[in-house]
């Protein structure tokens, strides 16, 4: 573990740095995962994952969760719109202990926050939300054409001032070659073992999945459980409305119930007094 000190200035301790993310390129192949909860967090950092992606929102639950796991907050576009929303959620996100920040924005953007001083992730490949520019949801980097423009983006990314960039549905010979000419943390979904960071999202991970990627693979059967939980609490519910209108529910161990003695007193001198809802002749 590292001794760091937060942007938020308080003490803390890290499994991994930014420095040592950088003295580590080319050598010990990483794992990253997303976690939107703090129980997935908590799963990842139990588990020795090495870093963890959670949006902006997620990131104090996430943080209380894994207090000591390298984690980047991404600032989603459809949750920062403007560039001075960028900059708030990322001073936000920065002081509730975020060690990196991820964003699918302009090199403007990336030089704005680097210029900050902050450890900034942009995304090239196939970016999801920019997916109409390339024709749809495809690998990219196929063509000798298009893995010469990829390496045009990662020099302008790190002319821009990032440290790190998801690599995604790139051919794997292409990320090798171009992690071997950058300085850039390389993160590599879908993009082979040619990066420094093998990322997958936790779902597709546990089988949460019904329709995984092609590039993802489930280690798990989460959906399976669930499904199973779902059917038998749907079993349980239909079970109690029965029994209640069978009757046989509640019954007399789930009820409370009087000593003898003290029933027969209470009916005694219940029928001295004016049953109840009766009103007084005036």
């Known amino acids: 573990m590292r001794n760091i000190f937060t942007f938020g200035h308080r003490p803390a301790q890290r499994n991994w740095t930014v420095a040592d993310l950088r003295a580590n390129k080319g050598k010990l192949q990483l794992t990253e995962v997303t976690a939107m909860n703090g129980d997935q967090a908590a799963r990842a950092a139990a588990a020795g994952i090495d870093t963890i992606i959670t949006r902006s929102q997620m990131l104090k639950e996430v ?3 894994a207090p000591n796991t390298f984690i980047t907050a991404a600032l989603m576009l459809v949750d920062h719109p403007t560039e001075n929303d960028v900059l708030e959620g990322a001073m936000r996100a920065m002081d509730q202990g975020a060690d990196a920040l991820y964003t699918t924005r302009s090199l403007a953007t990336i030089r704005m926050l680097a210029d900050l001083n902050f450890p900034v992730m942009g995304h090239l490949g196939l970016v999801p939300p920019y997916s109409t520019w390339i024709g749809g949801l495809r690998a990219y980097g196929t063509t000798a054409d298009e893995a010469l423009k990829l390496a045009e983006q990662f020099r302008a990314m790190e002319e821009a001032g990032a440290f790190a960039v998801e690599v995604e549905l790139v ?6 070659e171009l992690n071997k000419r950058t300085s850039l ?8 073992s040619g990066g420094d960071v093998t990322f997958l999202f936790s779902e597709d991970i546990c089988g949460e999945t019904p329709n995984p990627p092609r590039h993802a693979r489930a280690y798990g059967n989460v959906l399976r459980l669930q499904q199973e939980i779902e059917l038998e609490r749907s079993k349980a519910l239909s079970a109690f409305q029965l029994a209640v209108r069978e009757g046989s529910f509640p019954y007399k161990d789930v009820s409370v119930s009087l000593k003898a003695n003290e029933l ?19």
Request: one cysteine or more; proline letters at 6%.
């Open 185 to 192: 943390i390389t993160f590599s979904i879908g993009s082979g």
């Open 63 to 65: 943080r209380e969760a």
């Open 264 to 282: 027969e007193a209470f009916r005694a001198r219940l029928d001295e007094t004016r049953p109840c809802g009766a009103q007084s002749k005036g």
């Open 171 to 176: 051919p794997q010979q292409v990320l090798e």
